[in-house]
């Protein structure tokens, strides 16, 4: 009997140190909070620009910051004053510090995949080889969300999502009512676990986007659009939202297109972080 229960004793101890490994392997080992963002102080419930004078300038244009999943690099363009063209930057957390990853410019384009989801990809199933997409993300469950713009009609257009269902994709659904209202919707986020989406539109009687976002009810159907609040929307362009891996800030753009004494136009802009806090209360009781 005793050595059955000493048996048994081994067996829970041996399974538990697999399931133990197991769980440690799955898990993203993100760098410590300390420096999981270049050092920088960490924002609250008001936005702040995300490494003023490294990331974000004054002297330049720079896009929205966006992490790999382990959060070991991050990568924006940069634009304006010598740079003629935008100019892809790479960050690597490396030996417990960030420096600037040298990308070969015949590389860049097929390293920024890394970041962000191919439109090739989504291509090359037959489902959507017809159909218009002007831009797209995936769920770590292969669900696309995307969305088309006419240009040439004022910025018409609507998101749409399709499953990955048995190893083949649905037929396009288009997001309801309330998601597809405005114009310019675009640049949508889905939540790792799809609770919820984040996208940018001009709505009725706008002349600039808003950030919103729509929680999954609990029928699986999507709530209404919100918008995310005076404190990320302003007069200018906020748009490009995605939250962090670690799911602890949101991160976004804000700009606006600025007019020289000569009548000729320019854009000003740069990434913003916040707190993901607050965001999450705007969630609808049900």
Known sequence: MKNTNLLILVLFISLNTVFAQENKKN??????????????KLPGTSPKPFAPGIVATEKYKETVVTFLPDMTEFEFKRAGGKYKQPTLFVMQFKNNKWSRKSILPADRSKYQERFHPAKSEMRSHEIFKNIPIT?????????????????????????????????????????????????????????????????????????TPDIFI???????????????????NTAAYEQRPRVTPDGKYLF??????????????YWEGNPYWVSIKNIMKLKPKE
Not at 139 to 149: K, V
Not at 152 to 172: A, C, D, F, V, W
């Open 214 to 232: 729509s929680f999954r009810k609990k029928d699986g159907s999507w709530g209404a659009a919100i918008n995310m609040g005076d404190k990320i």
């Open 27 to 40: 898990k993203l080992d993100f760098p410590a909070l300390k420096v999981r963002y270049m050092g920088q």
């Open 135 to 207: 831009g797209l993300t995936v769920s770590p469950n292969g669900t696309y969300y995307f969305y088309h713009i006419d240009f040439q009609k004022g910025g018409i257009g609507h998101m749409s999502y399709s499953r990955l269902i048995n190893g083949n994709y649905e037929t396009p659904i288009k997001m309801n009512k309330s998601i597809n209202k405005g114009t310019y919707i675009a640049h949508p986020f889905i939540a790792p676990d799809e609770s919820y989406l984040m996208w940018d539109a001009e709505k009725e009687g706008a002349s």
């Open 252 to 265: 976004f753009w804000r700009g606006d297109k600025k007019v020289r004494d000569d009548g000729s136009t």
